[in-house]
């Protein structure tokens, strides 16, 4: 994966400033600071999205979620709770096709960070919900 820039701070051609390295993942800093602390995971094997994560990397990448999450939170006393975004698709506001998990310390209501989760419950009945649900669920692998 020539071009893809994660790929590229994976090898050292691009630089960035590092948090944690292993076999499996690199963890450094989102160059954008959306708030001070913003952080990137990415595994070193190039997969584009979730959709892409096998098992074994899943159960190699996955763990170390809350390892990083909680080591942000330690490191500073001000910050309050954390988002973690993992966006999957341009229009889920993916920008680099190479698997990522941001850690966003929230300091504030007024912080640079924020999220919309639009109440639609009113346009669902029960039976509607309940086949959404049902057809979630036979999808999944075993
Ligand atoms: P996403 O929109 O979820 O694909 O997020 C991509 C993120 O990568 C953005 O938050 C960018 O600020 C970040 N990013 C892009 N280039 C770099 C870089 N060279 N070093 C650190 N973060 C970067
Ligand atoms: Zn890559």
Same mark, same amino acid.
């Given at each position: 994966?020539?071009?893809?820039? #994660?790929?590229?701070?994976? @090898? $050292?051609?691009? /630089?960035?400033? =590092?948090? *944690?390295? &292993?076999?499996?993942?690199?963890?450094?800093? &989102?160059?954008? !600071?959306?708030?001070? $602390? %913003?952080?990137?995971?990415? /595994?070193?094997?190039?997969?584009?999205?979730?959709?892409? *994560? &096998?098992?074994?990397?899943? !159960?190699?990448?996955? /763990?170390?979620?809350?390892?990083?999450?909680?080591?942000?939170?330690?490191?500073?006393?001000?910050?309050? $709770?954390?988002?973690?975004?993992?966006?999957? $698709?341009?229009?889920? *506001? !993916?920008?680099? #096709?190479?698997? %990522? #998990? %941001?850690?966003? /310390? +929230?300091?504030?209501?007024?912080?640079?960070?924020?999220?919309?989760?639009? @109440?639609?419950?009113?346009? *669902?009945? =029960? &039976?509607?919900? !309940?086949?959404?649900? @049902? +057809?979630? %669920?036979?999808?999944?692998?075993?």
């Amino acid at each position: 994966m020539n071009d893809c820039i #994660f790929c590229k701070i994976i @090898d $050292g051609t691009i /630089p960035s400033v =590092s948090v *944690y390295e &292993d076999d499996d993942i690199k963890v450094f800093l &989102d160059i954008s !600071q959306t708030t001070p $602390g %913003h952080t990137l995971l990415v /595994p070193k094997k190039h997969v584009a999205n979730i959709f892409e *994560y &096998d098992d074994s990397l899943a !159960q190699t990448i996955l /763990p170390k979620i809350p390892v990083i999450a909680r080591a942000i939170k330690k490191s500073n006393p001000k910050i309050l $709770g954390l988002n973690i975004v993992n966006n999957n $698709g341009a229009i889920a *506001y !993916q920008s680099v #096709f190479h698997s %990522h #998990f %941001h850690f966003i /310390p +929230r300091f504030a209501d007024t912080d640079s960070f924020a999220m919309t989760f639009k @109440d639609n419950s009113e346009k *669902y009945s =029960s &039976d509607e919900l !309940q086949e959404i649900a @049902d +057809r979630i %669920h036979e999808n999944m692998e075993e």
